[in-house]
């Protein structure tokens, strides 16, 4: 259904025009390439590929940092342009992200507590024992508890900064989050915590999911649909099983075969470990 789409990408296309010298001859390099796809609510795409493959050049687009060159995005069936229109509040609380590097995201002279209320005081109404409620709230969703609240960032392990993250990602209840690289700066055993945590909160409130990551055991364990890149361009997209199982382009082949660990019973048995 129509209504299901939370997000949609029609030829999404990403330029960046750079001279030699003043005087010298412009060159236009194409980041992206055309990348359209839809995805679901309550659903994970997980978006696969090399580095340079622009996967964090959509990912600005998507998160509404960046505006796109040309093309079209939707997001719950509005098209958004950044570059013609200045957005709400509430559009921009709709889509959030989270980073590879917890503790490059966060503010280290700023305490959990009033890193979780930042968002709230800028986007809502809610008086201050109210956004005070909802940041302990979540700070118990995340798996910490309310005695962290005045702890700063420095005082934290690598995957509770992440939790952190990720509560501040959700505070806003958005429709969609970006996920980029969560999990690959954190120990195997700290990465299967943060990846529990992310399904037990898909199930809850029902959120929707962009997950960039190059790890594919990952990518096979926690994806619906995934779509390889490839220079700027979409080269595979499909279920996660198609994808996995009978992949047709030749890039996702040579991808799937330098990299041996992409077998669900890996990811499996890390999870299990971290319970």
């Not at 003043?22 to 590929?49: M, P, Q, Y």
């Not at 962290?148 to 990720?166: D, L």
Request: charged content about 25%.
């Amino acid at each position: 259904m129509a209504d299901d789409i939370i997000l949609e990408a029609r030829d999404l296309v990403r330029e960046y025009r750079t001279k030699e010298g003043l005087f010298g001859k412009e060159h236009v390099n194409r980041a992206l390439k055309g990348i359209s796809f839809k995805l679901e609510r309550g659903k994970t795409l997980a978006v696969v590929g090399e580095s340079g493959c622009g996967k964090s050049t959509l990912a600005r687009i998507l998160t509404l940092i960046d505006p796109a060159t040309s093309g079209e995005l939707l997001v719950e069936g509005k098209s958004i342009d950044i570059s013609k229109e200045k957005l709400s509040k509430e559009m921009r609380s709709k889509v959030q992200i989270v980073f590879q590097n917890p503790y490059g995201s966060l503010n280290p002279r700023q305490r959990i507590g009033d890193v979780l209320m930042e968002p709230l005081m800028i986007n809502t109404n809610l008086t201050p024992a109210e956004r005070h409620d909802k940041a302990t709230e979540m700070l118990i969703k995340v798996g910490l508890g309310p005695e962290h609240f005045n702890r700063y960032p420095h005082m934290f392990s690598g995957g509770q900064r992440q939790r952190v993250a990720i509560g501040r990602a959700l505070v806003l209840n958005p429709s969609l989050l970006i996920l980029d690289e969560p999990v690959s700066a954190l120990d195997l055993s700290v990465q299967a915590q943060i990846l529990n945590l992310l399904a037990d909160l898909q199930d809850e409130f029902n959120l929707t999911y962009l997950f960039i990551s190059h790890d594919l055991s990952v990518v096979r364990y926690i994806a619906d649909k995934v779509m390889v890149m490839y220079f700027g361009e979409v080269v595979e997209y499909g279920t996660r099983e198609e994808v996995f199982e009978n992949p047709q382009h030749e890039y996702t082949r040579t991808l799937f075969n330098a990299t041996p660990q992409a077998d669900v019973e890996h990811i499996r048995a890390r999870l299990a470990a971290s319970h």
